[in-house]
């Protein structure tokens, strides 16, 4: 499936990143997933499920908070070398192995930023600056609103990948992205080969201004997520 969108070093790309994440993922807890067409399957195409939404994406910017070993940025940047990726995680060491990434790969569309959401969500370098924010397994979407749509650009949209609690999660939320400026656009059901459980893109578009008090102190927005 791959094989048929990509270049000869795109692919090449791939390889090398699966060959990092095994060889790291023996020093560090990277992943629980080691076998290459597993990882081709469950990290790559879950990521490029997104590429929908991406391809008329051109120069855009996109944040990917809670990157973790970079998913779903990194098979973002490697597909589309225009996009600008920022991948934002606050664990420092998985940092560092997507900055040994993009320099092993020679990835010049991708930048790092070791933070927490919240932090950077109340920083003018990052707050309302990013055309896409994504994220996957990280928070419940009440929280997980918090730490997004302050740094969504007005117009922007938050892309969170999400399992079967999807529309449970969203609903919770209501409040939460009504008060943070957001609006829901939509909840797409998408579907990776050879898996029964479906995946869910929720789709939240920033329609308004985050008020100045969001997000909240680091922390806050998961002890006491709005609504
Ligand atoms: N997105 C990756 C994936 O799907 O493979 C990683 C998911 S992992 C379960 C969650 C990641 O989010 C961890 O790397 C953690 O350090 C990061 N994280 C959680 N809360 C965060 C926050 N408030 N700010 C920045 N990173 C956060």
Redesign the pocket.
Same mark, same amino acid.
């Given at each position: 499936m791959l094989s048929r969108e990509l270049s000869a070093s795109q692919l090449a790309q791939f390889e090398q990143l699966t060959g990092l994440l095994l060889d790291w993922n023996t020093r560090m807890n990277l +992943?629980g997933i080691t076998e290459p067409a597993e990882i081709a399957l469950k990290?790559y195409l879950d990521s490029l499920t997104l590429l929908n939404y991406l391809a008329q994406a051109g120069r855009k910017r996109l944040l *990917? =908070? @809670? +990157? @973790?070993? @970079?998913? #779903?940025g990194l098979p973002l940047a490697i597909t589309l070398p225009l996009l600008r990726v920022t991948l934002? *995680? /606050? +664990?420092a060491k998985?940092v560092r192995f997507i900055d040994e990434v993009g320099r092993a790969l020679a990835l010049d569309n991708i930048r790092t930023v070791h933070?927490?959401?919240?932090d950077?969500g109340r920083d003018d370098a990052h707050r309302g600056t990013y055309d896409f924010v994504t994220?996957?397994? =990280?928070?419940r979407m009440p929280t997980l609103m918090e730490?997004t749509l302050p740094l969504t650009k007005r117009g922007g949209m938050v892309i969170a990948?999400k399992g079967a609690s999807a529309h449970e999660e969203t609903r919770a939320a209501a409040k939460a992205i009504s008060t943070l400026g957001g609006e829901l656009a939509g909840i797409d059901e998408v579907r990776l080969p050879g898996l029964e459980n479906p995946r869910f893109l929720v789709m939240v578009r920033k329609v308004g201004k985050t008020p100045r008090r969001y997000p909240r102190q680091?922390g806050i #927005? /998961?002890r006491d997520p709005i609504g």
């Amino acid at each position: 499936m791959l094989s048929r969108e990509l270049s000869a070093s795109q692919l090449a790309q791939f390889e090398q990143l699966t060959g990092l994440l095994l060889d790291w993922n023996t020093r560090m807890n990277l +992943t629980g997933i080691t076998e290459p067409a597993e990882i081709a399957l469950k990290h790559y195409l879950d990521s490029l499920t997104l590429l929908n939404y991406l391809a008329q994406a051109g120069r855009k910017r996109l944040l *990917d =908070v @809670g +990157t @973790g070993a @970079g998913f #779903p940025g990194l098979p973002l940047a490697i597909t589309l070398p225009l996009l600008r990726v920022t991948l934002l *995680d /606050s +664990t420092a060491k998985k940092v560092r192995f997507i900055d040994e990434v993009g320099r092993a790969l020679a990835l010049d569309n991708i930048r790092t930023v070791h933070a927490r959401a919240e932090d950077a969500g109340r920083d003018d370098a990052h707050r309302g600056t990013y055309d896409f924010v994504t994220a996957r397994a =990280v928070n419940r979407m009440p929280t997980l609103m918090e730490c997004t749509l302050p740094l969504t650009k007005r117009g922007g949209m938050v892309i969170a990948m999400k399992g079967a609690s999807a529309h449970e999660e969203t609903r919770a939320a209501a409040k939460a992205i009504s008060t943070l400026g957001g609006e829901l656009a939509g909840i797409d059901e998408v579907r990776l080969p050879g898996l029964e459980n479906p995946r869910f893109l929720v789709m939240v578009r920033k329609v308004g201004k985050t008020p100045r008090r969001y997000p909240r102190q680091a922390g806050i #927005p /998961s002890r006491d997520p709005i609504g």
